[in-house]
């Protein structure tokens, strides 16, 4: 089966250091969006890209957090530096609006992450 | 902007029992679709209905349906015969026509045996 995939599934770090988290969106996908779930906000949405192509990213902390997606296979989300209260679950999901249109978006696992 | 609100944080139902979940919405566009997600304790999220905005008819999927009132922009989901596997968080989503999909912060749903 066609799935999102996320890595790193967990990830634990200090405060002040940068972190990467990767995104491979099923092929032939060309939207892709990055959510942060916490228990207070639930699924918030940070940015998304068509074709590559940021289309919004005002969700998202300029100043801490970037989007890029490198080639189409590949989404990424940094956070540099770091800070205790980006911990939270950061999904990416992936859907085609060429032939599903507004139909289905397909989530990857997550990854969990803990800022101490 | 839009916004997605879900007033209830957490509901119980008893098992084989009919629940409503709420879900309202803000928006001056006449195009739009609107969802419900289920995320079991897996976190994996699963679609479990969508709706487009131009049907009057209210979607349905096995147990689950929805009441859409357009006018009152309120998007409710109903589950008949409620099952232990349907404990879960529940989203509310709402898909713009620029395809930006925001979401509801989620119901709790406890199914009591």
């Known amino acids: 089966d066609a799935r999102v995939t996320q890595t790193p599934r967990h990830k634990v770090t200090e405060m002040g250091q940068e972190v990467t988290m990767r995104c491979q969106p099923i092929?032939?996908?060309?939207?892709v969006f990055w959510y942060r779930q916490t228990m207070m906000q639930g699924l918030e949405l940070l940015a998304y890209?068509?074709?590559?192509?940021?289309?919004?990213d005002s969700g998202m902390p300029k100043d801490r957090f970037s989007a890029e997606m490198p080639d189409a296979t590949l989404a990424t989300l940094k956070i540099q530096p770091s800070e205790p209260r980006d911990s939270a679950v950061y999904f990416c999901?992936?859907?085609?609006?060429?032939?599903?249109?507004?139909?289905?978006?397909?989530f990857g696992s997550g990854t969990q992450l803990s800022v101490l | 902007a839009q916004t997605v609100t879900q007033s209830q944080p957490e509901m119980s139902v008893q098992e084989a029992e009919t629940v409503t979940l709420s879900c309202t919405y803000d928006?001056?566009?006449?195009?739009?679709?609107l969802f419900w997600y289920k995320q079991p304790p897996s976190r994996q999220m699963i679609l479990v209905i969508r709706?487009?905005?131009?049907?009057?008819q209210n979607a349905t999927e096995n147990r689950f349906s929805v009441n859409f009132q357009k006018a009152a922009k309120s998007f409710s989901l109903k589950i008949s015969d409620s099952q232990l596997g349907d404990a879960a968080m529940y989203f509310c989503?709402?898909?713009?026509?620029?395809?930006?999909?925001?979401f509801g912060k989620g119901t709790r749903l406890h199914i009591l045996p």
């Open positions: 999901a992936s859907g085609s609006w060429q032939h599903e249109g507004r139909e289905k978006l397909f």
């Open positions: 092929l032939g996908h060309n939207t």
């Open positions: 890209f068509r074709n590559r192509a940021p289309l919004d």
């Open positions: 928006t001056s566009e006449s195009d739009y679709y």
């Open positions: 709706q487009e905005a131009y049907k009057q």
């Open positions: 989503a709402y898909s713009n026509r620029d395809d930006k999909i925001i």
